[in-house]
């Protein structure tokens, strides 16, 4: 029996030398990733929005080439602005308007496993009425959002 308490206590003790090693480890992938990072998610137009737009749906494309970190916004033609009717935007990741749920928490879990692993951590949603923020942060009965992961 003592034997065997004796292995238990080792095991024990490489058990939480790994943890730590582990968490250490995540937190400098985290870090290397940056502290701060910024994600775009694209909600999907309503029926008004298409309606509104026409043929001209268009106003939000996202370059094949940026690697899923780019997205142009178009902008209608006006005799007021000056300069380019596109306007390119670069973030650590945009999420496009056919991203699930399950998308959009696999882009933060790592920070929710920094977050259980005793790190400080912040998540919020900004944008104007209507966007999404409430929809991404909690969700609805069967797509669950961040909060409830």
């Given at each position: 029996?003592?034997?065997k308490?004796?292995?238990?206590?080792?095991l024990?003790s490489?058990?939480?030398?790994?943890h730590?090693r582990?968490?250490?480890n995540?937190n400098r992938l985290?870090?290397?990733?940056?502290?701060?990072r910024?994600?775009?998610?694209?909600r999907p137009?309503?029926a008004?929005e298409?309606?509104?737009?026409?043929?001209?749906?268009?106003v939000?494309?996202?370059?094949d080439?940026s690697?899923g970190e780019?997205?142009?916004?178009?902008?209608?033609?006006s005799p007021?602005r000056?300069?380019?009717?596109?306007?390119?935007f670069?973030f650590d990741a945009?999420?496009?308007p056919r991203a699930?749920?399950?998308?959009?928490?696999s882009?933060?879990?790592?920070?929710?496993?920094?977050?259980?692993?005793?790190f400080s951590?912040?998540?919020?949603a900004y944008g104007?009425?209507g966007?999404?923020k409430?929809?991404t942060?909690?969700g609805?009965?069967g797509?669950?959002?961040?909060?409830?992961?």
């Open positions: 029996i003592m034997e308490e004796a292995r238990i206590t080792a024990r490489l058990y939480e030398q790994e730590l582990r968490k250490t995540h985290i870090e290397l990733m940056g502290n701060i910024v994600l775009c998610r694209v137009s309503n008004r298409e309606e509104m737009a026409g043929s001209d749906s268009q939000v494309s996202f370059p080439d690697g780019k997205l142009v916004v178009s902008q209608p033609p007021e000056r300069g380019e009717a596109d306007l390119p670069e945009v999420l496009q699930s749920q399950e998308d959009v928490f882009e933060v879990k790592p920070l929710v496993t920094s977050c259980m692993d005793g951590v912040t998540i919020f104007q009425t966007s999404g409430t929809y942060m909690e609805i009965t797509k669950p959002g961040i909060c409830y992961r």
